[in-house]
């Protein structure tokens, strides 16, 4: 596990380091505590090695970082001091808390347990053949609430169950169950307990936000608020476009089915009245309209009358 380290300092080195931590909080916008805990010193080189470009991590005593806090000239920073870590360390960044946060979580890898650590999460026993053969192994799945079954030489999870849940211990029995199903329930990586950013104090139930449920969040509220603008008229940089558009359109159809010719509608509005008049004619055969005798009587008068005229 990770250890603060050195073990033994004279009061001048644990000045220097009071001194480092107090300019490194006051230079960096970003300044978080890590929990250390259960973390191997091999993957910790490892992911400070990944996170160098974003990132500076540092440790060392608590009461070392606690003094460096207080000498730090930063309104609210303080509040660094509440924090929940087991084995503290300082992180500073210039990625803001929830960048910070989203980058560590992605740097965490699965683990097997070994007995002892705190559940992350409820671990439960999934459905599906286990591979394994009938033996111990049935009656310890059994003994989780698991509904197990035998079946083609194997056992068989009908119905899973959690057999740890959030916060709880796991036992040495639990990691023989959970190895030997092949499931590592356990994330091994950096842990950010709370940030601060610019007078502001951010704890991880706060950082930890899922990104794609966010951003899917964004997008409908700002389709909502499109939309809202658009129907109500209000006119803007992003809703113009939209509104002077759907207007346009509007007064284009109106000059049309009125027969209100414009420049830009004389064409479909003829266009429209050759169609109507050709479907009127399509539908009216002239030549078997039958004439009675009086029109042909009225007929024959005015064209009597129109030579005379002449």
């Keep these: 596990m990770v250890q603060p380290k050195p073990k033994n300092m004279t009061r001048s080195q644990k000045e220097a380091k009071v001194e480092e931590f107090k300019q490194k909080i006051e230079?960096?916008?970003?300044?978080?505590?890590?929990?250390?805990?259960?973390?191997?010193?091999?993957?910790?080189?490892?992911?400070?090695?990944e996170m160098k470009d974003f990132a500076d991590i540092k440790m060392s005593r608590k009461?070392?970082?606690?003094?460096?806090?207080?000498?730090?000239?930063?309104?609210?920073?303080?509040?660094?001091?509440?924090?929940?870590?087991?084995?503290?360390?300082?992180?500073?960044?210039?990625?803001?808390?929830?960048?910070l946060y989203s980058l560590i979580k992605k740097n965490k890898t699965s683990a097997a347990a070994q007995g002892g650590e705190i559940a992350p999460n409820d671990i439960e026993v999934p459905e599906g053949d286990t591979g394994i053969g009938p033996g111990p192994m049935l009656g310890k799945l059994q003994?989780?609430?698991?509904?197990?079954?035998?079946?083609?030489?194997?056992?068989?999870?009908?119905?899973?169950?959690?057999?740890?849940?959030?916060?709880?211990?796991?036992?040495?029995?639990?990691?023989?169950?959970?190895?030997?199903?092949?499931?590592?329930?356990?994330?091994?990586?950096?842990?950010?307990?709370?940030?601060?950013?610019?007078?502001?104090?951010f704890t991880a139930e706060q950082l930890n936000i899922d990104e794609e449920e966010y951003r899917a969040d964004v997008e409908t509220a700002a389709s909502m608020a499109f939309n809202l603008a658009v129907n109500a008229g209000i006119v803007n940089e992003t809703t113009a476009p939209t509104i002077v558009g759907e207007a346009a359109r509007k007064a284009r159809n109106l000059s049309i089915s009125e027969g209100i010719p414009t420049e830009d509608t004389i064409e479909e509005i003829l266009a429209y009245a050759s169609s109507n008049a050709e479907g009127?004619?399509?539908?009216?055969?002239?030549?078997?309209?039958?004439?009675?005798?009086?029109?042909?009587?009225?007929?024959?008068?005015?064209?009597?009358?129109?030579?005379e005229e002449e």
């Design 63 to 99: 009461t070392l970082m606690q003094l460096s806090i207080d000498q730090a000239e930063k309104e609210g920073v303080d509040s660094l001091k509440e924090n929940n870590a087991t084995q503290p360390a300082f992180i500073f960044s210039e990625k803001d808390p929830f960048q």
């Design 27 to 49: 230079e960096n916008p970003v300044v978080g505590i890590l929990d250390m805990n259960s973390l191997p010193s091999r993957q910790l080189q490892q992911i400070k090695k």
């Design 280 to 307: 009127v004619d399509s539908q009216v055969d002239l030549e078997s309209v039958e004439v009675s005798e009086d029109e042909e009587e009225e007929d024959s008068e005015t064209e009597e009358s129109e030579k």
């Design 143 to 201: 003994q989780t609430g698991a509904q197990v079954q035998v079946d083609d030489g194997t056992i068989h999870v009908q119905k899973g169950s959690v057999m740890v849940k959030k916060g709880e211990t796991i036992t040495r029995d639990d990691a023989e169950i959970l190895n030997q199903l092949g499931l590592e329930p356990l994330q091994i990586g950096l842990d950010l307990d709370i940030a601060y950013n610019d007078g502001e104090i």
